[in-house]
Every structure is written in structure tokens, then in C-alpha cells.
């Protein structure tokens, strides 16, 4: 990246751009909300009564969702709440990902949002607190995946999901970053490799900061520098082969510390600033 570019960036708006940043914010994720809404009580219903089995209908719902959020993405693009930048092989390797894991860090609310937009029928782990009082609990619940779902019915649904070519992604964080850097992750990613013998795509997020979109963050805050820079870079993958032959609470201790190396700040300073 040049001096002047890097200068630029880092630019401070002007105040009445920060409040028109602000406000494309604020509209751009009441339409989110409402378009779930609508999804979670006409769409999903009318999936439910003709699609089945169970299967089947959550397999068309996360197509669907996929489609959704990738006119929301350009949306959000196209307003200039975000940009994204990501490389042509990166953005192929993503999206032909199949039956395999895919592990990312989780510095913003719409993480889950521009990864499921990358990926054309991944199902998701996802914070339990969204499974119920929440505009996306009906999609969370009928779609996605609860992480306080029981851990048998999730390698069981995991498994049936890699037959079919099919991807799960988890932030192992479990919640999102703060201010200060990455949280301590949990051993779930690793864990549900080790069981399925599935590998572990390690997906990089970074780019400027989050503020605004980062937990305990106010809804109107914004980067007063501009667009929420995100900036993905894609990992080769992590197989657990290696660890088959340690006990299950060491395997995963050891793969989890190889995961959060991986997809540190400090790893990938160089790929993504």
C-alpha cells in the first residue's frame, strides 16, 4: 500500500459526511431487519409447506438467504457503508468451498452476513441469544444453527450436511472481537473437525476499524474515516489428521491453539491491515 494511499484511508470526514455515513447505517440495517421480518413470516413458511423434508427446505432457505445477502452486500457497497476487498483466487476458493469447515474471526456484527454471502448453501453456528427475542430468531432457529443445540444432533447434522457437499461455519471467537484485540477462542471448530474428520477453511477478516460494529458499540456510531473497510484473506486448509492419535481434550486444545494462530492479528498483519 503507498504513503498516499495509506494517508488517504486514514483521512478524517468532513462532520456532515460522518452523520450521512451514519444515517446510510441506520437505513440500511432497518431494511435488513424488516426484509427479515418478511422472510421469517412469509418465505420460511411457504419453503416449510412445500419442501420437504426437513432437509431439503433448509437446503433451498440457505440458498435463498445466500441470494439475499448478496443483493445486501452490494447494497451496503453501493451506499458506501462498506467496501470489500478481496482477491480473485480468495473469492473462488470461498465460494467452491464443500464439506469442510470454515473458521473465521469475528471483529463486526455483519460478519455472519458477508460470509454466508460468499458462500451459496453454508449452514451456520450461531450465538444461542439469537434463537429467541430476535428479528432472526425464526430463521435461526428453522435454518441455522444454535450453538446451545445439543453437540450429538450437531455432528449428526454437520455429517449429513459434508454428504452433500455442504459447509458449516463457526467463529471460534463465539462472540465478537473488542477494541483491544481477539477474544479466547473456544474449542468448538476444532472439536467438530476432529469428529467429522472434516478440514478447517481458516478465513481472515480485517481491514480499518469496526467501531460502530463492535460489541457494546451505539447503533449511530460510525468510522469517522469512512466505509468500513473488510478486507478477507483465505487460508490453505488444516487438516486433523495430526492430532487423530492424541486424546480428544489434548487434540483439541493443540488444534484450537493452531486455529488462533492462524487467524491472529499479528499472523496476518501483513496480508490485511
Not at 27 to 47: K, M, R, Y
Not at 111 to 120: N, Q
Not at 187 to 204: H, N
Request: with cysteine.
Amino acid at each position: 500500500m503507498s504513503e498516499k494511499k495509506s494517508k488517504k484511508e486514514h483521512r478524517r470526514l468532513p462532520l456532515p459526511l460522518i452523520f450521512l455515513h451514519s444515517v446510510s447505517k441506520l437505513v440500511s440495517f432497518f431494511l435488513f431487519g424488516t426484509c427479515s421480518v418478511a422472510i421469517s413470516i412469509v418465505v420460511l413458511p411457504l419453503l416449510l409447506i412445500f419442501l420437504h423434508p426437513q432437509e431439503r427446505f433448509q437446503r433451498a432457505a440457505r440458498r435463498f438467504l445466500h441470494g439475499g445477502l448478496v443483493v445486501f452486500r452490494y447494497w451496503l457497497i453501493l451506499t458506501k457503508v462498506i467496501k470489500i476487498e478481496i482477491s480473485k483466487e480468495d473469492k473462488k476458493r470461498l465460494c467452491s468451498a464443500k464439506s469442510c469447515i470454515i473458521a473465521a474471526n469475528h471483529p463486526s456484527m455483519i460478519d455472519s452476513i458477508l460470509l454466508i454471502s460468499f458462500l451459496p448453501c453454508t449452514d451456520f453456528i450461531v450465538k444461542g441469544s439469537l434463537s429467541h427475542r430476535s428479528v432472526l430468531s425464526a430463521i435461526v432457529n428453522l435454518v441455522y444453527i444454535p450453538n446451545s443445540m445439543e453437540y450429538e444432533h450437531i455432528i449428526e447434522r454437520t455429517k449429513k450436511n459434508f454428504s452433500l457437499g455442504g459447509t458449516i461455519a463457526i467463529f471460534p471467537e463465539g462472540t465478537r472481537s473488542t477494541a483491544f484485540g481477539q477474544n479466547r477462542y473456544k474449542k468448538g471448530a476444532a472439536r467438530l473437525s476432529l469428529k467429522t474428520s472434516a478440514p478447517i477453511l481458516g478465513v481472515y477478516i480485517g481491514g480499518n476499524d469496526k467501531i460502530g460494529f463492535r460489541k457494546g458499540d451505539k447503533p449511530w456510531q460510525v468510522n469517522p474515516e469512512g466505509a468500513y473497510r473488510y478486507r478477507f484473506f483465505v487460508h490453505e486448509m488444516l487438516f486433523p489428521d495430526e492430532f487423530q492419535n492424541l486424546s480428544e481434550p489434548i487434540a483439541a486444545k493443540r488444534y484450537t491453539a493452531r486455529l488462533r494462530s492462524l487467524l491472529s492479528d499479528e499472523h496476518n498483519n501483513v496480508f490485511c491491515r
